[in-house]
């Protein structure tokens, strides 16, 4: 069938691409879609010249949620609403090849490096239509609303959690560095979780406002701050290694430390105290089926979603690619928490 | 209920070919008709399909129905001597399943570019004014000639749209449209080239969806060529 769909096809360059495309499992309409900091680096063309020739076209966004328009096995009703999971294993013959995976699991599906992941190695979700296999759509429960195309970062949250095998344990206080929307999704899935007193270090008063289910403290004064046994890193870029060498500082020995932010360039951080304190470091970014499945029963909680509403700044009804332009421009230019998000219609 | 009426009863002769009309040409393997009906199934607002072609290409359709795992063809209709018959055969064929208020989308098998934005404006249109067409604005200037060699006049373009198709209807006002033209003697039943023209002499209000070029009426070889140019294969 004839699917149409938006396309980078150089910094900065959208075209409509009109593809026939075959039926796998289940057809899906994509329908509310948040642009992340990754979508925007393609956009903008921030990744190496030969990374963005290997990867163009392509059409961009991994966050969405959709509605089923066809399902050949009959496991999802037309018209279902689902959150759509952005990666997708490889086939596997089972051979064990020199970067197979299988052996950890606690890693899943998105480490093996033939595994697909929409907007980055394979299409994203600003399509007419989608093809999807069943394992990685997850019904969205009624009393959920748009608010679950955040469930990709609660998922990222959930996912860290889980890599740090904090699930189903007493977790008296966790502290999270980043002021962001991921500090900001993090701290909320190890508040309302893990049950956890949470502390957030930032730099934006303003933004640290909206923490208002945290203790908050500004990075340049953390006199105040008590020793936690976990903490997080959400904040990325090359703010990375203050943040982590802060987190080595405030973590009790023999603590852990899970890395979410993507580091703008090799973070120096204080490898002498990880020693001396004997501390573990998890890196974790990628999630799985498993942790958007987690993602949605936090939107089940009244007070964790009202939190996630928060973080919508607007919906912009995207008919044409001019908007499709102007969404991508006005999530480039944003400097705030949240997002507005899009509506896509073909 | 939202039921869709594709139209494949045309002969293409335009198109040149003589072993097929060109809804049954394939393209990328699959043939348009096909395509065509494959953008309402997949749409979650339309409940059922009826399709009209010649009783010579009904065999061919049913068996594409079944290869294709098309679910929501309920009716295959014969197609009559004009465009107005094959739209009432249709209306004729869901009679007995269709109410007052349903909305009947009625497509040409020859656009098979139709997004789903369209079909939706179509049914959310028909709903709120009874009837509906599908335009895009004139975007050369139209010049009126009377004998085809001199020119008479230059509408005002801004007042001037192409119409496409879907055309939607609430059943009741599309069916009494066509009862109404039907049962004036043939030779008194003013020329019409399409279903809003008929529906439009009854005196219904008729709201306007946004089409789109891509919708493009595949006509000619010319047109073939340009459908075919603009589809990219999907990796």
């Given at each position: 069938?004839?699917?149409?769909s938006?396309?980078i096809t150089?910094?900065?360059c959208?075209?409509?691409?009109?593809?026939d495309?075959?039926?796998?499992?289940?057809l899906?309409?994509?329908?509310?879609l948040?642009?992340c900091?990754a979508?925007?680096?393609y956009?903008l063309?921030n990744?190496?010249?030969t990374?963005?020739?290997r990867?163009?076209p392509m059409s961009?966004?991994?966050?969405?949620?959709?509605?089923v328009?066809?399902?050949?096995?009959?496991n999802?009703k037309?018209?279902?609403?689902?959150?759509?999971?952005p990666?997708?294993?490889?086939e596997?013959?089972?051979?064990?090849?020199?970067?197979c995976?299988?052996?950890?699991?606690y890693?899943?599906?998105n480490?093996c490096?033939?595994?697909?992941?929409r907007?980055?190695?394979?299409?994203?979700?600003s399509k007419?239509m989608i093809?999807?296999?069943t394992d990685?759509?997850?019904?969205?429960?009624?009393c959920?609303?748009?608010?679950?195309?955040?469930s990709?970062l609660?998922?990222v949250?959930?996912c860290?959690?889980r890599?740090?095998n904090?699930?189903?344990?007493?977790?008296?206080?966790?502290?999270?560095?980043?002021?962001?929307?991921m500090?900001?999704?993090?701290?909320?899935?190890?508040h309302?979780?893990l049950?956890?007193?949470?502390?957030?270090?930032g730099?934006?008063?303003?933004?640290?406002?909206m923490f208002d289910?945290?203790?908050?403290?500004?990075?340049?004064d953390?006199s105040?701050?008590?020793?936690?046994?976990?903490?997080?890193?959400a904040?990325?870029?090359?703010?990375?290694?203050?943040?982590?060498?802060?987190?080595?500082?405030?973590?009790?020995?023999?603590?852990?430390i899970?890395?979410?932010?993507?580091?703008?360039e090799?973070?120096?951080?204080?490898?002498r105290m990880i020693?001396?304190?004997?501390?573990?470091?998890v890196?974790?970014t990628?999630s799985?089926?498993?942790d958007f499945?987690?993602?949605?029963e936090?939107?089940?909680?009244?007070e964790f979603?009202?939190r996630?509403l928060?973080?919508?700044?607007?919906v912009?009804?995207?008919?044409?690619?001019?908007?499709y332009?102007e969404a991508?421009e006005?999530?480039?230019r944003?400097d705030?928490?949240g997002?507005?998000?899009i509506?896509l219609?073909f | 209920?939202?039921?869709?009426?594709?139209?494949a009863?045309?002969t293409g002769?335009r198109?040149g070919?003589?072993?097929r009309?060109?809804q049954?040409?394939e393209i990328?393997?699959?043939?348009?008709?096909?395509?065509?009906i494959?953008?309402?199934?997949?749409?979650?607002?339309?409940?059922?399909i009826?399709v009209?072609?010649?009783?010579?290409?009904?065999?061919?359709l049913?068996?594409?129905i079944k290869?294709y795992?098309?679910?929501?063809v309920?009716?295959?209709g014969?197609?009559g001597?004009?465009r107005?018959?094959?739209?009432?055969?249709?209306l004729?064929a869901?009679?007995?399943d269709?109410t007052g208020?349903?909305?009947?989308?009625?497509?040409d098998?020859?656009?098979?570019?139709?997004?789903?934005?369209?079909i939706?404006?179509?049914?959310?249109?028909?709903?709120?004014f009874?009837?509906?067409d599908t335009?895009?604005p004139?975007?050369?200037t139209?010049i009126?000639?009377?004998?085809?060699?001199h020119l008479?006049?230059?509408?005002?373009?801004?007042e001037?749209y192409?119409?496409?198709?879907?055309?939607?209807?609430?059943?009741s006002?599309?069916r009494k449209a066509?009862?109404?033209?039907f049962s004036k003697?043939?030779?008194e039943r003013?020329v019409?080239?399409d279903?809003?023209g008929l529906?439009?002499a009854?005196?219904?209000e008729?709201?306007m969806?946004?089409g789109?070029?891509?919708?493009?009426?595949?006509?000619?070889m010319e047109?073939l060529?340009?459908i075919?140019?603009?589809?990219?294969?999907?990796r």
């Open positions: 069938m004839f699917v149409k938006y396309k150089e910094p900065k959208f075209e409509i691409f009109l593809e495309i075959n039926e796998v499992d289940v899906v309409r994509p329908e509310y948040a642009i900091k979508d925007i680096r956009y063309g990744r190496e010249r990374v963005l020739k990867k163009f961009l966004v991994h966050e969405g949620i959709g509605v328009a066809r399902d050949k096995n009959r999802f037309p018209g279902q609403r689902v959150v759509m999971v990666c997708e294993k490889a596997c013959d089972g051979t064990k090849c020199s970067s995976v299988r052996s950890y699991d890693l899943l599906d480490y490096p033939k595994s697909s992941f907007s980055s190695n394979a299409d994203g979700f007419e093809n999807m296999k990685y759509l997850l019904p969205i429960p009624d959920i609303g748009e608010e679950a195309v955040f990709e609660i998922s949250g959930c860290a959690l890599r740090a904090l699930w189903g344990k007493k977790v008296e206080e966790i502290s999270v560095w980043g002021d962001g929307i500090g900001y999704i993090i701290a909320l899935v190890a309302y979780g049950g956890a007193k949470v502390n957030v270090m730099i934006n008063r303003e933004k640290l406002k289910f945290a203790s908050t403290f500004l990075v340049n953390l105040a701050l008590p020793q936690t046994a976990v903490c997080i890193e904040v990325g870029g090359n703010a990375s290694a203050d943040a982590i060498n802060q987190a080595i500082d405030s973590v009790f020995s023999g603590g852990t899970i890395l979410c932010g993507v580091a703008g090799n973070a120096p951080i204080n490898t020693l001396e304190k004997g501390l573990t470091l890196g974790s990628r799985n089926t498993g499945a987690k993602a949605l936090l939107l089940e909680i009244d979603r009202k996630i928060r973080l919508i700044e607007g912009d009804v995207v008919d044409n690619i001019r908007k332009y991508f006005n999530a480039s944003s705030s928490l997002k507005r998000i509506k219609v | 209920m939202n039921i869709a009426v594709i139209l009863g045309g002769s198109m070919m003589v072993d009309p060109k049954f040409i990328y393997g699959k043939p348009v008709v096909i395509h065509t494959e953008a309402f199934e997949i749409n979650e607002k339309i409940d059922a009826c009209i072609c010649t009783k010579e290409w009904q065999e061919d049913s068996i594409w290869e795992d098309i679910r929501k309920r009716w295959i014969n197609a001597r004009t107005q018959e094959s739209s009432l055969n249709a004729d869901i009679k007995d269709a208020d349903d909305i009947i989308i009625i497509h098998s020859a656009r098979p570019l139709i997004s789903q934005r369209i939706n404006e179509n049914i959310e249109k028909a709903t709120q009874g009837a509906c335009v895009i004139a975007q050369d139209v009126r000639s009377l004998d085809g060699e008479d006049s230059i509408p005002a373009r801004h001037l192409l119409g496409q198709t879907p055309q939607s209807f609430k059943y006002i599309v066509y009862d109404d033209y003697p043939e030779n003013p019409m080239t279903d809003c529906v439009l009854s005196g219904v008729i709201g969806a946004m789109d070029k891509l919708n493009m009426k595949m006509t000619t047109d060529l340009l075919k140019s603009i589809i990219r294969t999907s």
